[in-house]
């Protein structure tokens, strides 16, 4: 009767994973396909140009790519240190008191909605930047702080298992020899869960990039290159919103596929990046 039911159990869990893979492929699939009038009237190499004049012909998205690029990196390397101070804290370093005051404290950030931390941007971050700094308000550095802030809640969540995670046998012998707070977290409970930290890491980064409010209301949406954390800029997943309003049959309409194979295939390089690192976690701690 047990093996039964571990054989429809793998039979089940075996046809979800497939399932999956399935509707991962269609996805990519999806968008190829309806890319493809794009591809197929010359005006491949226009597409990755850093020209969007579609009255024109040209629809290159290399400026979006910019875009997001120069909001999504600083964005997860700003909340990186500061998601991992306050889950040092939550797990180690701070009284009970203040771990479950932070916890609680994270859980509510968890669920508010993206859409306040845009008006909380437009009407606080906004005017101090243009104030402070100079030009519109509306750019980059805007669109990095919020969104900075916005993405730190499930990063702190993710190192805060990663580091629980850890065998306590291991602290606890640490602990017995000697060994302060920050030392166990610095020499025992961060080695242990590095591939835990980079996972967690990865993981916001590609939050970041699929995120389109934040950027739609705070970064300005100009098609340019930004050179500097003031100037505006369009991400991506802006420009696929902005867009998807056009013609279904238009080519600037197909234009937005391009944009999302882009971003489907930044996030397949970042989990298999993922994985590589905790593959060699792991053969190097055999």
């Not at 993405?151 to 602990?175: E, G, Q, W």
């Not at 300005?220 to 049959?249: C, E, K, S, Y």
């Not at 295939?265 to 970042?270: F, K, V």
């Amino acid at each position: 009767m047990i093996d039964s039911k571990e054989k429809i159990a793998k039979i089940l869990f075996a046809s979800c994973a497939l399932i999956s893979i399935i509707i991962t492929l269609s996805i990519l699939i999806f968008m190829i396909v309806l890319g493809l009038p794009l591809f197929k009237q010359d005006h491949l190499f226009s597409v990755w140009s850093e020209q969007w004049i579609p009255h024109q012909g040209m629809y290159g998205i290399l400026p979006m790519i910019a875009g997001t690029l120069w909001i999504a990196f600083p964005a997860t390397a700003l909340s990186f240190p500061l998601s991992l101070g306050t889950s040092f804290v939550m797990i180690g370093l701070g009284n009970r008191r203040i771990r479950q005051s932070l916890y609680v404290l994270i859980r509510f950030m968890t669920g508010i909605p993206t859409i306040i931390y845009g008006f909380v941007g437009i009407f606080l971050l906004v005017p101090l930047i243009r104030e402070s700094l100079g030009g519109a308000g509306m750019c980059v550095l805007a669109a990095v702080i919020v969104l900075s802030v916005m993405i730190s809640p499930a990063m702190i969540l993710f190192f805060s298992d990663a580091l629980a995670s850890v065998n306590p046998h291991y602290v606890k012998t640490a602990r017995a020899l000697g060994a302060t707070r920050v030392q166990c977290l610095m020499y025992v409970l961060v080695p242990e869960s590095i591939g835990g930290i980079i996972s967690g890491f990865i993981l916001a980064f590609g939050r970041a990039i699929g995120d389109t409010l934040i950027a739609l209301m705070l970064a300005g949406n100009a098609i340019q290159i930004p050179w500097n954390v003031l100037d505006p800029a369009r991400t991506m997943t802006a420009h696929i919103a902005l867009v998807n309003a056009a013609d279904f049959d238009s080519l600037a309409f197909r234009s937005i596929f391009a944009c999302g194979i882009t971003l489907y295939l930044l996030t397949a390089i970042a989990t298999l990046f993922v994985r590589y690192l905790v593959q060699i976690k792991e053969f190097k701690s055999e």
